[in-house]
């Protein structure tokens, strides 16, 4: 079946777009901004709507992700978050029974009585919460594990970049007051959580926890007093929490044959390399690998591996991408490598393949090197426009040829550059996402599209190296191309109402699943 729309809808969604009066620190106001200050100028075709905490299904005053939020927007529903199911765990103590993890216990018992817990150890809410690890702690202190190895990742990103030190005093003083566990490691994220199949991280943080290769070694004692001294490093070779490198505490915490590893990390895209090497065959050359590993996670990082998973993925039915292909609707989702699984995805309520109709094109995100910028973190203040222009003309060349009623694409810059703490490199990215906007705009114009560009989190209006972390601010939701208007008053309008509205746009009925709204007024 095939089915005509009333409006062909290009939604372009802009990762750290928040919306704040401040100047000072704002990227997004310092920036030039012509396309999106017009575009916001005409009140009854903008909004501001809710983009983190209980609107996306996340704990009260939690800023939200890129996951998450296209999770959001995609679905057209409050996705319940698997950071607040694992806290309503805790909360009603039925983690303590959770069969997979009695599993991961019992296989520890059973095989080598050791077991290691990997994974980000901060309270960022990003990507892990340090209160996870501690209840796992204790579980497997219950559940008599003789030996318990913490193999720990530094954060740096969703955290203050050099506070560390401060989770690892945490971690420290759980361990003493319940007499159980050892800290064997620490690494930087930017080693163990890459997720863009740049496999010489991946490989540095495999050989260092099965090998200790690269790593400097130290005692625990003075594990803290090191870390300090490595932010303030002279001359400019200060290292962040993200970029630390290699560090082994104990040779016996090791990961070694037959033992059992969880990963404890709650958002599964910066896993998968990782994990990868563990549960199969690394797609690299290297001294040592441990056979027989029993691997457990956390979340479903990805929907088909085989093994344990003590919180797994629950399922969405009829997103708009699925709402869209039973209608007989053709589609197109476009981003670079950094936001790809999150307009595919992510977008698809966690459905990996693309439903029927729908098209995918991924562009590269440049490729950065492995040395430290100015500013500290090596990232994209290297480039602060990224790929999204080449994202940009590539939708635009697709909206030109008609044959997709909704195109989705993602801008990425301001969210990833406002993450190295760089004022100048963000505005300059905040510009550019702005100047590619325009072109998708002009070509929506040229050929008969509504535009829609939403913000999916806060970041670029909050600039600052000793905070890098994303904002719970609003975000802008704008559309350009048709007669219709937003309702007034739409005080809790979320990013779960983009998809109903979109809907609305194309004269589509949303299906019964989406609980969002549109917010649009009626014809």
Not at 409 to 421: Q, R, Y
């Amino acid at each position: 079946m095939e089915s005509k729309v009333a409006n062909n809808v290009c939604l372009v969604c802009v990762d750290g777009w928040g919306l704040s009066d401040k100047k000072e620190w704002n990227a997004i106001e310092q920036a030039d901004t012509p396309v999106m200050n017009k575009l916001m100028q005409v009140t009854e075709k903008t909004c501001s709507i809710e983009a983190s905490g209980l609107f996306v299904g996340l704990p009260r005053g939690k800023a939200s992700n890129s996951v998450i939020s296209m999770m959001n927007v995609g679905s057209g529903r409050i996705c319940w978050q698997d950071m607040l199911r694992i806290d309503l765990a805790i909360a009603d103590r039925t983690i303590y029974h959770n069969p997979a993890l009695l599993k991961a216990f019992d296989t520890a018992r059973s095989k080598t009585g050791r077991i290691h817990f990997l994974g980000m150890v901060s309270d960022g809410g990003v990507h892990s919460n340090i209160n996870h690890l501690f209840v796992l702690l204790e579980a497997a202190k219950q559940h008599g594990v003789r030996k318990c190895f913490v193999h720990m990742f530094s954060d740096g990103v969703d955290t203050a970049p050099t506070s560390g030190a401060r989770y690892v005093q945490k971690l420290l003083d759980n361990m003493k007051e319940n007499c159980y566990g050892k800290l064997a490691s620490v690494i930087g994220r930017y080693y163990s959580m890459d997720r863009d199949k740049k496999w010489d991280r991946t490989k540095i943080a495999y050989e260092a926890f099965t090998q200790g290769k690269e790593s400097q070694k130290f005692s625990v004692e003075n594990l803290i007093a090191f870390m300090e001294q490595k932010y303030s490093f002279p001359g400019g070779k200060d290292q962040s929490d993200e970029m630390m490198q290699p560090i082994l505490l104990s040779p016996e915490g090791l990961i070694s044959d037959d033992d059992t590893v969880v990963f404890f990390n709650t958002r599964g895209d910066r896993m998968e390399q990782l994990v990868e090497t563990f549960a199969f065959k690394p797609p690299f050359e290297t001294d040592f690998s441990p056979l027989n590993l029993h691997v457990f996670t956390m979340t479903a990082y990805r929907w088909n591996w085989p093994f344990p998973v003590l919180f797994p993925l629950v399922s969405m039915k009829n997103v708009l991408a699925e709402h869209l292909a039973k209608q007989g609707v053709a589609q197109f989702h476009c981003a670079e490598t950094e936001r790809f699984p999150q307009v595919t995805t992510w977008f698809n309520g966690g459905v990996q393949h693309a439903f029927e109709k729908e098209e995918r094109l991924m562009i590269p995100s440049p490729s950065i090197p492995l040395v430290v910028s100015p500013t500290v973190q090596p990232a994209y203040d290297l480039k602060p426009d990224m790929s999204c222009m080449e994202v940009a003309v590539e939708v635009s060349e697709i909206i030109a040829g008609t044959k997709f009623p909704f195109v989705l694409c993602n801008l990425c810059p301001p969210d990833l550059v406002a993450h190295t703490g760089a004022i100048g490199p963000t505005i300059e990215a905040v510009a550019a996402t702005d100047k590619a906007i325009g072109v998708i705009r002009r070509a929506c114009e040229m050929h008969g599209y509504v535009l829609c560009v939403v913000g999916t989190y806060g970041n670029a209006e909050k600039v600052d190296a000793s905070s890098t972390a994303h904002t719970t601010s609003k975000v802008p939701f704008v559309f350009t191309g048709c007669n219709r208007t937003f309702r007034p008053c739409m005080k809790e309008a979320a990013l779960c109402d983009v998809a109903p509205t979109v809907l609305d746009l194309m004269s589509i009925q949303p299906p019964s699943e989406m609980t969002g709204i549109t917010l649009l007024n009626p014809l």
